[in-house]
T-cell receptor, first 110, second 114 residues
Framework: EDKVVQSPLSLVVHEGDTVTLNCSYEVTNFRSLLWYKQEKKAPTFLFML????IEKKSGRLSSILDKKELFSILNITATQTGDSAVYLC??????????FGTGTRLQVFP | SAVISQKPSRDICQRGTSLTIQCQVD?????MFWYRQQPGQSLTLIAT?????????ESGFVIDKFPISRPNLTFSTLTVSNMSPEDSSIYLCSVEDGRGAEAFFGQGTRLTVV
């Protein structure tokens, strides 16, 4: 059965800390791995990863995929209170369907 | 990226009634999907909305409970029928413009059934 597992389930940090969010997967017909940030209802797209070892970066956020070990990490440096959200990892299969992990709830306190 | 308008944004409904959620996209898109997010849970795919044919439902979801329409490449509706409190969730539509493209989400509909 396809599954996507995220860890930790929740994380509480202070502003300025660096966090690493983990996503491991067991999915047949893997196409890509995506990260989303969900603050209220709608997830907003962060990264799409298709190739191993190539880091994607956007400001203080970066992510990398390891297709051999079947995992991805999302790093956030110098965290801010505005980073508080649920971060969702999803794996896309060749059937165009996304399988979501349960998310990591990040809380950043001043 | 596609701009998606989903409505209503929230509703409180009586059990036994039905609610139709609309999703309008500002461009023609190949794939449209409907998700449910129950409280404290991740997103679960309900069905893929196919233009010109019946939707394709995931295990555990049936057409009688969640009828879907997709009359063209920019619009879809999801109806939650004969609602019960267990249907209280966030419902999200998502679009993917072609293979290999990232998925974008509507603003979501927060449904509470009382």
């Amino acid at each position: 059965e396809d599954k996507v597992v995220q860890s930790p389930l929740s994380l509480v940090v202070h502003e300025g800390d660096t966090v690493t969010l983990n996503c491991s997967y067991e999915v047949t017909n893997f196409r890509s791995l995506l990260w989303y940030k969900q603050e209220k209802k709608a997830p907003t797209f962060l990264f799409m990863l298709t190739s191993s070892g190539i880091e994607k970066k956007s400001g203080r956020l970066s992510s990398i995929l390891d297709k051999k070990e079947l995992f991805s990490i999302l790093n956030i440096t110098a965290t801010q209170t505005g980073d508080s959200a649920v971060y969702l990892c999803a794996v896309e299969r060749n059937t165009d369907k996304l399988i979501f992990g349960t998310g990591t709830r990040l809380q950043v306190f001043p | 990226s596609a701009v998606i308008s989903q409505k209503p944004s929230r509703d409180i409904c009586q059990r036994g009634t039905s609610l139709t959620i609309q999703c309008q996209v500002d461009s023609q898109v190949t794939m449209m999907f409907w998700y449910r997010q129950q409280p404290g849970q991740s997103l679960t795919l309900i069905a893929t909305a196919n233009q010109g044919s019946e939707a394709t439902y995931e295990s555990g979801f049936v057409i009688d409970k969640f009828p879907i329409s997709r009359p063209n490449l920019t619009f879809s509706t999801l109806t939650v029928s004969n609602m019960s409190p267990e249907d209280s969730s966030i419902y999200l539509c998502s679009v993917e413009d072609g293979r290999g493209a990232e998925a974008f989400f509507g603003q979501g509909t927060r449904l509470t059934v009382v």
